[in-house]
């Protein structure tokens, strides 16, 4: 019988349900992929923050969690890339996918294709995502402005539409979405499924502490706006103390920033100077930023590791996407999934006036 939630993605990613949870910097940790795999859908282990010692830890800690396979986010630029992707490489028999958004050449991707690990990049722009297929990758996943992190500024309701009309990969659609009646409107937009950020940071197994999670919860569309004051990039936050004052900053006070930011990296990663350099300089490269703007990119994350990972929610940045603004509860990975297949498959049957099996999300 036809089941039109089993898709492209499923096939691809060998998933239960078209629901992919995306990286987030310290966010989407080992526990959080091991529940979002278990429960039928596809998890992205947040490499891009962590050292290749900790990358190996984190693979083998969801590997001891599940035995259903999971995906990697990196970036090229990081310290430690290419020890990075040798270790993703290593476990390739449960590692099914890569995402990036600064990302791998073509011979890299060719690497992964050959150790038959699925590319599967985030872009927020059509040309972006025609350059990431012409660079042989599997799928693309195309974010939305409505997305949590660095975002742009086109709706997903017109940017899915563009990309899918300009490439021939499956698209996955991200930006806003949270539920099943997301999931019927992607894949009636022509999607093979939906990413998800924010909404699995809201659920009992992301990492963020209880008091932090109850912030995303008390934060109404109002509360989220997008600075480009972080780095340069635009970049989707709940508005808080530090987030008032960096938008107060000018000239001197965004160096100021970088150097502490790079300094706090350096410490926790113990990469190099030069690495951060070099990591910077990638960025610059890539987003045409000032080496000021790059410095503090490549070091931002720290802002967000200190209000998600320490708790503190007046001196750290807490990255979102709009759709915390009306997501009031904080659910289990589990309660959260199946919630989504049986509101899917709901809208589904009232549009189509087929039967909903009961039990069948
Ligand atoms: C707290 C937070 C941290 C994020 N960190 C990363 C990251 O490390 N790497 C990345 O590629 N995307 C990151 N993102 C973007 C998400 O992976 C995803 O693309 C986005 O959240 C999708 O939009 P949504 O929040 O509306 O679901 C982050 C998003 C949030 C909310």
């Known amino acids: 019988m036809f089941d039109p939630l089993d898709t492209a993605l499923t096939r691809l990613l060998g998933c239960r349900y078209p629901i992919v949870q995306t990286a987030m910097g310290w966010v989407a940790t080992p526990p959080l992929v091991i529940a979002t795999s278990e429960a039928g859908a596809f998890g992205f282990l947040a490499a891009g923050v962590m050292t290749p010692a900790e990358v ?18 990196f970036h090229m630029f990081q310290p430690g890339a290419a020890e990075i992707v040798e270790i993703i490489i290593q476990n390739a ?4 996918a890569v995402s990036f958004g600064r990302g791998p050449d073509a011979k890299m991707i060719a690497r992964f294709k050959d150790a038959g690990i699925i590319c599967m990049p985030t ?8 350059k990431m297929v012409q660079l042989g990758v599997d799928a693309v996943t195309v974010q939305g402005g409505e997305g949590g992190g660095h975002t742009g500024s086109v709706a997903s309701t017109i940017l899915l539409p563009q990309v899918l009309d300009a490439v021939k990969v499956p698209v996955v659609a991200a930006g806003g979405f949270g539920d099943g009646r997301g999931l019927a409107a992607a894949l009636a937009f022509g999607a093979v499924g939906i990413a998800m ?33 972080v ?12 987030l008032d004052r960096i938008e107060a900053e000018h000239g001197l006070g965004i160096w100021k920033r970088g150097m502490e930011s790079g300094l706090a990296m350096k410490k926790q990663s113990g990469a190099s100077f030069g690495d951060l350099f070099k990591a910077a300089q990638g960025m610059r490269s890539h987003g045409g930023l000032t080496i000021a703007q790059a410095m503090t990119a490549a070091a931002a994350p720290m802002m ?7 708790g503190d929610a007046d001196n750290g940045l807490m990255a979102t996407g709009l759709v915390a603004g009306r997501l009031t509860d904080l ?15 709901e809208r589904i049957a009232a549009l189509t006036g087929a039967t909903v099996v009961s039990g069948a999300a």
């Open 56 to 73: 190996r830890d984190g693979i083998a800690a969801v590997r001891k969690g599940t035995a259903k396979p999971f995906g990697i986010n």
């Open 93 to 96: 028999d449960q590692v099914r």
């Open 123 to 130: 872009v927020g722009a059509v040309k972006h995502a025609q």
């Open 197 to 229: 950020g924010t909404r699995f940071l809201m659920t009992q197994e992301s990492a963020p502490p209880a008091h932090i999670k109850a912030r995303y919860v008390k934060a109404g569309t109002d509360d989220i706006v997008v600075s480009t004051k």
């Open 231 to 242: 780095d340069g990039l635009p970049q989707r936050m709940i508005r808080n103390k530090l």
């Open 304 to 310: 967000i590791q200190k209000a998600v990972v320490e």
């Open 331 to 345: 659910p289990t990975c589990q309660e959260l999934i199946q919630s989504i297949m049986s509101e899917a498959r």
